[in-house]
């Protein structure tokens, strides 16, 4: 018997609970994972609380990052005693996550641990770090390099905009976070940014062409900020955009893109393939401040998962969230 946090959904209603777990529930999958720590972001936060359309079938464990010890494999190349991490490939959306003390999962979605991190230094990362290194070499894939000018975070506070702040901090470039919270100025700083700005600018509906300020930008917002943030991309910039938490829609019109030539590219880290996953975990070891992840993380044992989900989504926690799920 394992512990792990269930999702259900019956006639009784959708329902997310600590529960005491057997193996034969597991998943199929050709590897078996001791999990060590999981995180908790947007995305299971969504899937515990029921705000979003995240499970896809029921009941089913939350939690789309996970790193932990191989302890049964079949699978080509992973061995029994591996230290593993996974990263999105639809766990906690259609397949068991990482909200457990046990996981089964298809080896081909496992990357092994790297050696520059320790297991909760993988997690104080995870999707939400990986995603914003995956935002960074999408700018720098398209041109955008630190004496071309200012880039923007927005959800500067949260998992992704926390850590894309501190590698584009450590990069050399000039990072000017937006946030909701001008009380986490100081921390926002702290990480690497130059200026800290009201994210009141950017949340309503705006011109399709505004004043150009950013030679590049990574939005984890989406709709209208999403939309004003390319309205004042400078000629030639690049908005990396990688999140929705304002909405999915995209209030904008051509005139970014085909009068000033804004390229827009979207950032996916659920079905990245395996080696621009390996290339981001190698960057992140050689790129990312370590000691700036305890300014980010924080940890809370899997019995504080459900509750702190509900403040994730209500915007009260910034940062990273790492669950030690053995506690």
Sequence with gaps: MFKGILIEKDDAGYRAGLAE????QLPEGDVTVKV??????????????????????????PGIDLVGTVEASTHEGIAVGDSV??????????????????????????????????????????TAGYTAMLCVMALERHGVTP?????????????????????????????VASTGR?????????????EVIDRAQFTEPGRVLAKERWAGAIDTVGSH??????????????????????????????????LRGVTLVGVDSVMCPRAERLEAWARLGRDLDIAK?????????????????????AG???????????R
């Design 147 to 175: 004496d071309q000018g200012e880039i923007l975070v927005t959800g500067a506070n949260g998992g992704v905009g926390s850590v894309a702040v501190a590698l584009l901090g450590k990069l050399g470039y000039t990072v």
């Design 36 to 61: 060590q720590y999981s995180t908790l972001n947007y995305k299971d936060g969504l899937a515990i609380t029921g705000k979003g359309p995240v499970v896809r079938r029921f009941p089913l464990v």
């Design 225 to 258: 900020t999403l939309a004003n943030v390319c309205a004042s991309t400078r000629y030639r910039g690049t908005v990396a955009a990688c999140g929705l938490a304002q909405g999915m829609d995209f209030p904008s019109s051509v005139a970014p893109f085909i």
């Design 21 to 24: 777990l057997d193996d034969t």
């Design 182 to 194: 001008p009380a986490e100025a100081t921390y926002l700083r702290s990480l690497g940014a130059t």
């Design 293 to 313: 992840l305890d300014l980010i993380t924080h940890e809370i044992a899997l019995t504080e998962a459900i509750p702190a989900a509900a403040e994730l989504i």
């Design 85 to 126: 991490v996974l990263n999105g490939w639809g766990v906690g959306e259609n397949h068991w996550g990482g909200l457990a003390q046990k996981a089964r999962l298809k080896g081909e979605w496992l990357v092994p641990l790297p050696a520059a991190f320790t297991p909760r230094q993988a997690m104080s990362i995870g």
């Design 316 to 326: 009260h926690i910034r940062g990273r969230v790492v669950v030690d799920v053995n």
